[in-house]
């Protein structure tokens, strides 16, 4: 297996389906929480693509990681709420982001929230890669890449931590292996450091995220959950 990043995907069939595309939204975590994500990666030696939501010191730490790849995760879900916190317009929210990742070049939404008025300004800020499209691995639809009419790569993804564990929790780590299509995973680093095994407890655990000695005593203690097959995807 090799691991590669998103910008490196093309639509003129460069992956193969041996190739594993590792993502990471990082959705706020502290540094201390994506630290623990990102030991691991140094570890394996592998590439990965981290879609940012915030400005902070660990980010540096990621670009001077070789194999690294820093993309967006900007946050529309505010705009349709009608609050202008985060920005006033589309391009306030992606610029706000594109000011501290200047080199992002890839771009998933929180909440995959996407339009074609939001990717034609994906375009106007030069991102090239759009990772909006979750289509599940048991749908048995052969995923691939393909180009929108502005140019820009839409890259489906066919693994995700959380949704893994909403529909099912049972990790199946051979029918991953051997999925026919293009293989982009989606993790989250709270659900890796906290070995998640019940959205519940997740839930439970949010007013702590800042709180790492008290987060801590939401990690599962039994073991088996989102860590350890992070752990297996990146051994693969």
Same mark, same amino acid.
């Given at each position: 297996?090799?691991?590669?990043?998103?910008?490196?995907?093309?639509?003129?069939?460069?992956?193969?389906?041996?190739?594993?595309?590792?993502?990471?939204?990082?959705?706020?975590?502290?540094?201390?929480?994506?630290?623990?994500?990102?030991?691991?990666?140094?570890?394996?030696?592998?590439?990965?693509?981290?879609?940012?939501?915030? /400005?902070?010191? &660990?980010?540096?730490?990621?670009?001077?990681?070789?194999?690294? /790849?820093?993309?967006?995760?900007?946050?529309?879900?505010?705009?349709?709420?009608?609050?202008?916190?985060?920005?006033?317009?589309?391009?306030?929210?992606?610029?706000?982001?594109?000011?501290?990742?200047?080199?992002?070049?890839?771009?998933?939404?929180?909440?995959?929230?996407?339009?074609?008025?939001?990717?034609?300004?994906?375009?106007?800020?030069?991102?090239?890669?759009?990772?909006?499209?979750?289509?599940?691995?048991?749908?048995?639809? $052969?995923?691939?890449?393909?180009?929108?009419?502005?140019?820009?790569?839409?890259?489906?993804?066919?693994?995700?931590?959380?949704?893994?564990?909403? $529909?099912?929790?049972?990790?199946?780590?051979?029918?991953?292996?051997?999925?026919?299509?293009?293989?982009?995973?989606?993790?989250?680093?709270?659900? &890796?450091?906290?070995?998640?095994?019940?959205?519940?407890?997740?839930?439970?655990?949010?007013?702590?995220?800042?709180?790492?000695? %008290?987060?801590? %005593?939401? %990690?599962?203690?039994?073991?088996?959950?989102?860590?350890?097959?992070?752990?297996?995807?990146?051994?693969?």
């Amino acid at each position: 297996m090799y691991y590669k990043n998103i910008q490196d995907i093309s639509t003129d069939g460069n992956y193969k389906f041996n190739d594993l595309f590792i993502t990471i939204d990082i959705d706020w975590a502290s540094d201390e929480v994506i630290s623990y994500t990102l030991e691991k990666i140094k570890n394996k030696k592998i590439a990965a693509t981290w879609f940012v939501t915030h /400005e902070t010191a &660990i980010l540096q730490d990621i670009r001077e990681t070789p194999n690294q /790849e820093l993309g967006i995760h900007p946050n529309f879900n505010k705009l349709l709420d009608g609050d202008y916190s985060n920005g006033k317009n589309i391009d306030d929210v992606i610029d706000r982001i594109m000011n501290f990742v200047p080199e992002a070049t890839s771009v998933r939404s929180h909440s995959m929230t996407q339009s074609s008025v939001i990717i034609d300004s994906f375009y106007k800020f030069n991102l090239t890669h759009d990772c909006n499209h979750f289509v599940p691995y048991h749908s048995h639809i $052969e995923l691939s890449p393909w180009r929108h009419w502005n140019g820009i790569i839409k890259v489906p993804y066919f693994w995700e931590d959380d949704i893994e564990l909403l $529909e099912s929790g049972i990790f199946d780590i051979e029918k991953i292996k051997n999925y026919q299509g293009i293989k982009v995973f989606d993790f989250h680093p709270i659900h &890796i450091f906290l070995d998640q095994n019940d959205m519940a407890n997740y839930n439970k655990a949010r007013p702590y995220f800042n709180d790492l000695s %008290k987060l801590k %005593k939401f %990690k599962n203690p039994l073991g088996g959950g989102v860590e350890l097959w992070f752990d297996k995807i990146i051994s693969l």
